[in-house]
């Protein structure tokens, strides 16, 4: 069995999960007569502390449905330089919402208030308004590095003195919260808007979740629909993403500790590097520093090994999830010792 950690949206839903999507009650979602769609949109609303929740097909589609909704055309929105919205979205707000990202490159991960507070705009004609700051919790490029509650309520307190609204992609906030013992609630508490993923490490096979207040996600709604996402017998895939949010949240203990011990088995082998503390929730960043081999070069000699990896520059990326087998973690070890040997 290969032992696959390029990502954890690699998880293929379990016979449980798949039965429990034959069995969904269904309706036409459109006209808001889909049981499980409302079930799921109102039970992971509650969770995070918001009056309503709207289902959408993607994680990008859940940010960028935030980023319209609360933006004009014209509007600059501040977010870190590695922020999924700025780096994998495609140019997404440029094209949907026609707003101007202003990246600004956080520490270790984390976007500061002390960083944010010269990015914002002053009142002038020839410059942009700053209407938006977007903050990604865990941070996936930082090695799904955990952004501090504390730091978090100091981006909220600036906000509020500059009159600015706060969007959180929290992709992988189920991580945060099990690894943190903060609740998603608190967590969720200072934003607007938070968006949440079924279809990583919880397992489903589709769907995300914007939450905000009642006007805000019907204003969202009209957004969805003008980008095809409005749905019909939903419920069958909202019905994979309920059952994740109802039996999947705390195992991901075990991915962040499958974690832990793999970036502890290989981070004294030759030609790596592991910045230890980044490695708090379920992904490993291996930056590549051997003498003979990239990190091109030694993802395909893993993979010739069954265990797989994906390669980002000179950085190697390792995620841990659900489906991997139990013996992974040491396969992967042993298949590491011998690639960076050779």
Not at 56 to 84: C, F, K, W
Request: charged share 25%; glycine share 10%; net charge negative.
């Amino acid at each position: 069995m290969t032992v696959d950690m390029r990502s954890d949206t690699f998880t293929k839903p379990s016979a449980a999960m798949r039965r429990a999507m034959a069995e969904a009650e269904v309706g036409d979602d459109v006209f808001r007569e889909d049981p499980t769609v409302n079930r799921l949109e109102e039970t992971v609303a509650r969770m995070l502390g918001k009056e309503a929740g709207l289902f959408v097909t993607s994680g990008t589609m859940g940010n960028q449905v935030a980023v319209y909704t609360h933006t004009r055309p014209g509007d600059e929105v501040i977010l870190d330089a590695d922020a999924h919205i700025f780096y994998y979205e495609a140019g997404a707000p440029a094209m949907l919402s026609s707003v101007q990202l202003r990246p600004c490159a956080g520490l270790d991960g984390i976007l500061g208030a002390g960083q944010i507070e010269p990015l914002i705009r002053p009142e002038n004609i020839h410059f942009p308004i700053t209407r938006l700051i977007c903050l990604e919790n865990t941070l996936n490029r930082a090695g799904g590095r955990i952004f501090p509650l504390e730091e978090i309520q100091r981006i909220r307190r600036l906000a509020d003195d500059y009159g600015l609204r706060m969007h959180l992609d929290g992709a992988r906030l189920w991580n945060a919260a099990v690894a943190s013992g903060d609740s998603l609630a608190e967590i969720a508490a200072p934003f607007e808007s938070v968006s949440v993923c079924f279809s990583k490490g919880l397992g489903a096979p589709v769907g995300s979740l914007l939450a905000g207040d009642e006007e805000f996600i019907q204003r969202a709604r009209r957004f969805r629909k003008v980008c095809g996402g409005g749905m019909r017998q939903a419920g069958i895939i909202a019905a994979g993403a309920l059952y994740a949010v109802e039996h999947n949240i705390e195992r991901l203990r075990v991915d962040h500790e499958r974690a832990a011990l793999l970036a502890a088995g290989i981070a004294g082998l030759d030609g790596i590097e592991i910045d230890m503390d980044s490695v708090q929730t379920n992904i490993v960043f291996i930056r590549i520093v051997h003498p003979g081999k990239n990190a091109q070069q030694i993802t395909a000699e893993l993979a010739e090994l069954g265990v797989l990896v994906l390669a980002l520059g000179d950085r190697i990326r390792a995620v841990m999830h659900l489906d991997l087998p139990d013996d992974g973690v040491e396969r992967a070890v042993a298949a590491f010792s011998r690639v960076c040997a050779s």
